[in-house]
């Protein structure tokens, strides 16, 4: 019996029509970054577990793919320990190295580990995939791209707002209607602090960050089941109510935070980059968000989020600024600041909305149709022509039935086909056929590589 053969869950294979379009995303972020003065690194895809346990909070170590480690990794292990009390315990013994959750942390990681070859502040992007164990559902997978864009070594709120241009710009090239959402770590602290329940900060980002998926009624028991005081709760529902317009929300929060100077800092850092947009017009709609909260540790600053205006889908973009991640390593006082570019989300919104062009559907511009050696000779000569001048084009590698060499030429989208018979052998032609609208005309040998480099075809 042939045994049943199937991927993970939460995986995804990418055919050539997927990949096509996948890459038409990378490059065109790809070249975003690049303008914007960004260069590119790689790291592996597993680290040593310290590396990225305590990064994410309880939630996020939960959701971290562990490797075991090579050879008997049961050697070392006391039998006794194999209890649900001591998993941790049990997991440090067999399991030292995971799959990375992000690109941010190993990107803290390589700074410091290389902190004398690069030069601050550093400006990376990074492209690569990373994995969570999540319960797999629509826009959610356990292996997926991340575009990450960080400069590192700078203070400056001019870097948030650079950012700001970045999303503005890839979703604009994209087209793809955005809104994004800001916030600033700063504010939630000063939202707790003011409530008297400092101590209580991760409870209360990690509450606030499912107020849009559970509502207010759900955050509510969250915070209690979390020990907060009822009083202390109260002080933090007239926050969560109110809208997104930051000239009605300011004054309002700056009243709250007259004892708390984080959060004053916060209110600052968040009219600062308002001021750059006022002065600097995007095409996206920016807006002040208290509700979002990003539950990741390491944010200490201004916290993006960016949502698919037409389609009901999670965020497709998202980041913050980051102070105390390299210390965690060793280099204090470097911080960092940047996004992700969610690229499955991404694709799966365009695939959606029809937003993929021409370009990102079609394999090959141009086929050769192949009727024997001595044509075939002509169609290798000609092709590499084409490709010489930037022209994408294949030869059909077999002696076949012309039908089945066009409908390999319709199943691959490619426009035009060139036939080299006889006759066009006789006269010095080619003949072109557009797939499209189904003309076919004759050209003579010397006009063939003008007609298609001029785009007259």
Not at 10 to 23: C, S
Not at 235 to 264: A, R, W
Not at 311 to 316: C, F, K, P, R, W
Request: aromatic fraction near 10%; include cysteine.
């Amino acid at each position: 019996m042939a045994q049943q053969i199937s991927i993970p869950k939460g995986t995804r294979d990418f055919g050539q029509k997927e990949m096509i379009r996948r890459n038409y995303i990378f490059d065109n972020i790809k070249s975003v970054f690049r303008k914007y003065g960004y260069s590119p690194i790689e790291t592996p895809a597993m680290e040593n577990l310290s590396t990225l346990l305590g990064k994410y909070g309880d939630e996020g170590d939960k959701l971290l793919f562990k490797i075991l480690n090579s050879g008997n990794y049961l050697e070392k292990l006391d039998k006794e320990n194999l209890t649900a009390d001591n998993l941790s315990k049990v997991t440090g013994i067999i399991s030292e190295k995971g799959l990375r959750y992000d690109l941010t942390v190993p990107f803290a990681r390589f700074v410091v580990q290389h902190r004398n070859e690069i030069h601050f502040p550093f400006k990376r992007y990074q492209m690569q995939p990373v994995w969570r164990a999540d319960r797999p559902q629509k826009g959610r997978y356990r292996e997926f791209y991340q575009c990450d864009v960080d400069v590192i070594g700078s203070n400056s709120l001019l870097n948030e707002f650079e950012l700001l241009q970045i999303i503005d710009e890839v979703f604009d090239k994209l087209n793809i209607n955005v809104t994004v959402k800001l916030n600033n770590r700063k504010i939630l602290f000063g939202l707790a602090e003011s409530a008297g329940v400092p101590d209580k900060f991760m409870a209360v980002t990690v509450a606030i960050d499912k107020l849009e998926k559970i509502g207010l009624d759900n955050v509510v028991k969250e915070l209690e089941n979390s020990g907060l005081p009822v009083d202390a709760i109260e002080k933090l529902i007239p926050v969560l109510e109110l809208t997104k317009n930051i000239h009605e929300n300011i004054p309002f929060i700056e009243k709250m935070f007259e004892n708390s100077e984080t959060g004053k800092k916060g209110i600052e850092e968040i009219k600062t980059i308002f001021e750059y947009l006022e002065e600097n017009k995007l095409n996206t709609k920016v807006e002040f968000d208290l509700n979002l909260a990003r539950g990741l540790n390491y944010y200490t600053g201004t916290i993006f989020e960016v949502k698919a205006n037409d389609v009901e889908i999670g965020s497709i973009c998202g980041g913050g600024r980051y102070d105390d991640l390299t210390a965690i390593f060793g280099l204090k006082d470097i911080s960092g600041v940047g996004i992700s570019f969610g690229a499955d989300r991404i694709y799966d919104v365009m695939t959606q909305l029809e937003l993929f062009p021409e370009e990102a559907q079609k394999f090959t511009d141009i086929l050769f149709v192949n009727f024997g050696k001595e044509e075939e000779r002509q169609c290798i000569k000609h092709a590499k022509r084409l490709r010489e001048a930037g022209i994408s084009c294949e030869i059909y590698p077999d002696k076949a039935k012309f039908d089945k060499q066009f409908k390999y030429a319709d199943n691959k989208n490619i426009k035009f086909v060139v036939i080299i018979g006889e006759e066009e052998l006789k006269n010095n032609t080619l003949s072109v056929k557009n797939m499209i609208n189904g003309v076919q005309e004759k050209i003579s040998i010397d006009k063939f590589l003008e007609y298609f480099s001029t785009g007259t075809a």
